[in-house]
């Protein structure tokens, strides 16, 4: 049987996978699963088709008895919120997160407000495949959509307000540039900053599907205006979200960008030291792709970290099932703040980053270079799944000598480098993220794994 759902949801072309009548049939596989009489939050981001999409699975699901409740277009952790906060028994997200223009997809999101475990995926791809319907009685199906966007957003707000001293942030008179990303981080964020009173400056916060201001995924390269922007704007912070807004790359006042996992190091050690959020479990959870500098700077704390595989469902559910910890969080900008919800968050990581900047009383920039320092490069080539293997076991090879980490893909780990090589699990691409203590050695093992992939997998290293 084909498998539809990856690291995170389903994604696909518009138009190719991504089509109403797609969209109708995981309607009702979806239905099924939760089941008749089960009350559904749904909503979508900006994305071409989002409404169509919507619409086909709102009416798969009602054709399965189920009560939808539509939240409109807001960023993925405010309905996954929402479904929590409110007492819904699911949610579904009609997102492609940080994927190019062209996708979209769709987030089932459990009870908890948490996406599905992996492992119950199998239950709605069975009733897809299968083409499951039911044929309900006209009774079972008097409900119409109910539109309870205000009060999710509201919710939200609320509660990650809540997590933060509001009033010693207002005192501060910070000033923020956001960067929306074109989509629904726009629907919130500023929401957030004005009631903490923080000076917002938005830059791409026009809902457009078209994303005219930059691809959705915040990196190096589709942020360089937003750095400059940052430099110039004399902000205290820049903040660029993803397409759902579940995640927030932080930038310091000199336009320098913050990769998550640095990001995520200084909030747990915040978050810790702070003395706001005590009784957690003094443990996080982040993914092979974070950087070996997560331990070194949190070992002083106390603070056990916990190696994952790539994935935020992956670390959230560990999280869930081991009994919690103080955060959890990517390297890409998705961070979890345990104590507000097991879920990443760009507004809620927007806030708590503020926090931080007025309880310590330093620069974003000051405690950036706190940090162990190492050079960074991700990058990626394009590849099918086996070549990515393929990939793989190649670098098992050439690094034998080496510690690994196999989890996901595979992580070297020397005395001045480590190296993740893994194949996507939302795009037919093989990962590479490397650092090490010189951009020179960096580079060079950047290209010995290039090489590799090209000579041993057919790929062509670009």
């Not at 916990?306 to 469902?313: A, D, E, I, L």
């Not at 910890?325 to 961070?335: C, L, P, Q, T, V």
């Not at 503020?354 to 310590?360: K, R, V």
């Not at 595979?410 to 691409?429: C, N």
Request: proline share 4%; hydrophobic share 40%; net charge negative.
């Amino acid at each position: 049987m084909a498998k539809l759902f990856g690291t995170d949801g389903v994604r696909g072309v518009v138009g190719d996978l991504m089509t109403p009548t797609f969209a109708l049939k995981m309607g009702h596989a979806i239905g099924a699963y939760f089941g008749p009489g089960s009350r559904v939050l749904l909503a979508r981001d900006a994305r071409a088709a989002g409404d169509a999409l919507a619409r086909a699975v709102a009416a798969g699901l009602m054709a399965e008895g189920v009560k939808v409740y539509y939240a409109g277009m807001v960023p993925t952790p405010t309905m996954q919120y929402g479904v929590k906060a409110l007492g819904f028994d699911g949610g579904v997200m009609i997102t492609a997160s940080h994927n190019p223009r062209e996708y979209n997809g769709i987030k089932v999101i459990e009870h908890d407000g948490v996406e599905i475990p992996h492992e119950r995926e199998p239950i709605i791809e069975d009733y897809y495949f299968k083409g499951h319907e039911t044929n309900l009685p006209w009774r079972s199906m008097v409900y119409d959509v109910a539109d309870v966007s205000q009060v999710v957003i509201d919710t939200y707000v609320k509660a990650v307000v809540s997590q933060v001293d509001s009033d010693l942030i207002a005192k501060k008179g910070f000033r923020v540039l956001v960067d929306c990303a074109n989509s629904v981080g726009a629907v919130t964020t500023p929401l957030i900053l004005r009631e903490l009173e923080v000076r917002a400056i938005t830059v791409n916060c026009n809902l457009d599907p078209g994303f005219p201001g930059r691809n959705p995924e915040p990196n190096e390269e589709n942020l360089a205006l937003t750095l400059r922007f940052v430099r110039e704007a004399g902000v205290n912070m820049g903040v660029a979200h993803d397409g759902d807004a579940d995640r927030a790359i932080l930038i310091d006042e000199r336009g320098r960008l913050i990769w998550g996992d640095r990001a995520g190091a200084l909030l747990t050690r915040f978050v810790v030291e702070s003395g706001r959020w005590k009784g957690l479990p003094m443990r996080t959870y982040t993914a092979v792709s974070s950087s070996q500098l997560v331990e070194e700077y949190l070992r002083p704390t106390g603070v056990e970290v916990r190696w994952t595989p790539v994935g935020s469902v992956t670390i959230a559910r560990t999280i869930l099932s081991e009994g919690g910890a103080i955060s959890g969080f990517e390297d890409n900008g998705g961070y979890m703040h345990v104590p507000h919800h097991t879920v990443r968050d760009g507004g809620m990581t927007t806030a708590l980053a503020l926090y931080m900047l007025a309880l310590e009383g330093r620069s974003l920039g000051e405690l950036y270079d706190s940090l162990p320092q190492y050079y960074a490069i991700k990058t990626k080539v394009e590849a099918t799944r086996e070549q990515a293997l393929c990939g793989v076991e190649a670098v098992k090879e050439a690094f034998s000598g080496y510690r690994q980490i196999t989890i996901d893909g595979v992580k070297v780990i020397g005395d001045d480098f480590w190296v993740l090589v893994r194949p996507s699990g939302t795009e037919p691409i093989m990962r590479i993220s490397v650092e090490a203590r010189t951009r020179e050695r960096a580079e060079a093992i950047v290209k010995q794994v290039e090489d590799l992939y090209r000579s041993r997998c057919g790929g062509a290293g670009k």
